[in-house]
């Protein structure tokens, strides 16, 4: 007597919205908001279409929820630069993982590019835990620095966060460089150090 083979089961429930997430996000990036439908992305998955409905109410919500992913992975990279002692370590591990985790970075701005396209109340949550997530963590950090005195004083530290954020932007946007960490630690030293020579 032959045993029957098992069915096979369904992946976890985490490991499907893991993929959802991989492949909504793909194709968010490559064919805008617009340009995706929610049959797109379960076929891409392999699932169907109630099952991607039952993950997410509908194609707003499942582009926030990409959005959210990104901004987690700034919450982290703030904890992690937190948890450094003094602010030139805390900058050189902020910079050290988002060069690390440029690909992810250069995904959420892309992303984030096509917020236009969302409701004006859903956009504004967003954009304002965006601005307490990552502009208030990057703030923290450099008001801390200042009141232990690792500042110079004739400039605001909400001007020198501006500054830090001007030189590292590139570092996840446009083609990457040939070295990335080794440009990340020379455009940080500008920016501690200064262009003039000592």
């Not at 492949?23 to 439908?37: D, K, N, T």
């Not at 379960?42 to 992913?69: I, N, Q, R, S």
């Not at 995904?107 to 409701?119: D, T």
């Not at 446009?174 to 000592?198: F, M």
Request: charged share 20%.
């Amino acid at each position: 007597m032959t045993v029957p083979t098992p069915p096979t089961s369904a992946p976890p429930t985490d490991t499907t919205r893991v993929r959802i997430g991989q492949e909504a996000a793909r194709l968010f990036v490559a064919s805008g908001y617009h340009g995706v439908s929610m049959r797109e992305v379960a076929e891409a998955v392999g699932v169907t279409k109630p099952a991607l409905y039952h993950h997410y109410a509908d194609k707003e919500a499942l582009f926030l929820a990409m959005l959210d992913g990104a901004l987690a992975g700034l919450a982290r990279l703030i904890a992690h630069a937190s948890a450094q002692s003094g602010l030139s370590a805390q900058l050189n591990t902020l910079v050290s993982e988002l060069v690390d985790s440029a690909p992810e970075q250069r995904v959420g701005l892309q992303l984030a590019s096509e917020l236009r396209h969302v409701s004006a109340a859903r956009r504004q949550a967003f954009e304002n835990e965006y601005r307490q997530v990552w502009m208030g963590g990057l703030s923290a950090l450099f008001e801390a620095a200042s009141a232990r005195g690792e500042l110079r004083t004739d400039l605001p530290p909400q001007m020198l966060t501006r500054a830090f954020l001007a030189i590292i932007y590139p570092l996840v946007t446009g083609t990457p460089p040939a070295d990335p960490q080794g440009t990340a630690r020379a455009l940080l030293s500008v920016y501690l150090d200064g262009a003039c020579p000592r």
